[in-house]
């Protein structure tokens, strides 16, 4: 196997297998960062995509799957199986994020002009997504499915967004070996509402485990829902707005589970609160037509007494980008969610250039921030940050939860290896995890008794 993304970083995952002579790519991610070094690192495979045979992906965010419409533009061909709700997912998500690319690029060649220099080309076009989308193969959970002579395939509930799994692959090596070899994808906590909790792999001989949160324990989730009403109710007595930078897909889908929930128990007050994502809009409209992938507490709660999860009488999904600008002009106390999670992109960024300045004003963090994103700024507390090439003072109060993110956390990812012997799973190879999260989770392991654990950097290969 070959590491290529979320090798030491949390974005861009890539990591290839090389299988009785054939190769299998696992994720094909965007990686997110610095807007020069992402475009170069993104643009150009450090393989050559025509020579992949088959991909698996794990899962819809953008990080694990922005990048297969640029590899089939780069000559990819063969099938890319993964759930059908991820598929669903990913018809909307690529999407958008073709969009997002092009307006990215028409930025960006605006400057270039000014300049005298050539412009440049967007990753991919949505024409490219049009054509990747026909490549792709949606199956259902818990299927043993054969991919190629000696590989076959099954896919696990990861619990972390609607249709994720973590993938399973029994090989029979041409010489007659044997190896189940597991790779995680992102794993979810037993405790999130909404989607199941996470089934484990189990005897395997070698694993490709994330460790996003390997360092980090979770707040328990009662403790979550009476935080998140605490601020909620503090900012609404100061009359001022909860921004709340989310993923689209997930995250977003969970907070607005949870408000729902709190607003029905009388714990939070009258307070509007707007969805201003066309992304998200189209997202939880996925979710509603998957209910089969919900865990049974959102089922019986909400499903059978005809409730929707994802709309209340107080919550508003934003269309429009009028409708959108609109929010900027009112001045009672409201909540806005706005994609991008990280703030790199998206409507998020006019709302927080317009409320990141006034200190009745609280930004949400709610998931996990790349190093160098704009979200990652405001949350390590920097004064002034450059939103749309203007300086904008940080006076607003931050606040963060990682509860949201839908990672489980050091505790959760050394308890999902339990139905392994340690004996047997001898390979553990930590990806999608920053040094600081994935060194102690490896400390961790090597003191539970697990062995050979590494910690791959990109390009590094190993046999197992
Ligand atoms: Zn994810």
């Known amino acids: 196997m070959q590491f290529i993304g979320a090798a030491r970083t949390v974005t861009g995952s890539q990591h290839l297998l090389f299988i009785n002579g054939k190769k299998i790519l696992l994720e094909c991610g965007l990686f997110q960062g610095h807007r020069k070094d992402t475009y170069e690192r993104n643009k150009n495979f450090k393989y050559n995509p025509a020579e992949i045979d088959l991909m698996i992906l794990s899962h819809a965010h953008i990080d694990h799957s922005g990048n297969i419409p640029n590899l089939v533009k780069n000559g990819y061909d063969g099938p890319i199986y993964t759930t059908t709700a991820t598929v669903d997912l990913c018809q909307i998500m690529l999407r958008d994020s073709a969009h997002l690319q ?32 026909e490549q792709f193969i949606g199956v259902q959970y818990n299927r043993r499915i054969n991919l190629l002579p000696g590989v076959t395939v099954t896919f696990q509930d990861a619990g ?20 189940r070899l597991g790779f995680t994808g992102d794993i979810g906590r037993p405790v999130m509402p909404v989607i199941r909790t996470p089934d484990q792999l189990r005897d395997l001989d070698a694993i490709i485990m994330e460790s996003t949160y390997g360092n980090r324990l979770h707040t328990p989730s009662e403790e979550v829902e009476e935080e998140l009403a605490t601020v909620v109710r503090e900012v609404y007595e100061k009359k001022g707005k909860i921004i709340i930078p989310s993923f689209a897909v997930g995250r977003t889908q969970l907070l607005v589970y949870m408000l729902h929930k709190l607003f029905d128990q009388n714990r939070i007050p009258e307070i509007p609160i707007y969805v201003d ?55 009672e106390p409201m909540i806005i969610i706005s994609a991008s999670g990280m703030a790199e992109g998206g409507r998020i960024l006019h709302h927080l250039a317009n409320n990141v300045g006034n200190p009745k004003n609280l930004v949400l963090f709610v998931g996990y ?5 704009l979200a990652r700024k405001i949350m390590d507390g920097e004064k002034e940050v450059n939103i749309f090439g203007e300086s904008y003072e940080i006076n607003c109060k931050i606040k963060k939860m990682d509860y949201f993110s839908g990672h489980a956390d050091q505790k959760e990812l050394i308890d999902y290896l339990r139905l392994n012997p340690k004996n047997k799973l001898k390979n553990i190879f930590l990806v999608h995890g920053e040094e600081s999260e994935a060194l102690p989770l490896k400390e961790k392991l090597l003191q539970s008794g697990y062995s050979n654990v590494i910690f791959p950097a990109s390009g590094e290969k190993f046999e197992i």
């Open 277 to 331: 994502s066309p992304l998200a809009v189209n997202a939880t409209n996925v979710f509603r037509a998957h209910p089969e992938c919900f865990d049974r507490e959102t089922y019986r709660v909400f499903l059978q007494n005809g409730e929707d999860p994802f709309g209340f009488k107080r919550l508003i999904y934003i269309h429009t980008v009028d409708e959108s600008k609109a929010l900027n002009g009112m001045n």
């Open 102 to 133: 092009e307006r990215d690029i028409e930025w960006v060649n605006k400057k270039r002009k000014k300049k005298k220099q050539e412009p440049m080309e967007p990753l991919y076009s949505l024409e490219d997504v049009e054509k990747a989308m």
């Open 369 to 373: 921030s790349a190093e160098n994103t």
């Open 160 to 179: 972390h967004i609607l249709g994720s799994a973590s993938i399973l692959l029994e090989i029979e090596e041409e010489d007659g070996r044997k190896i």
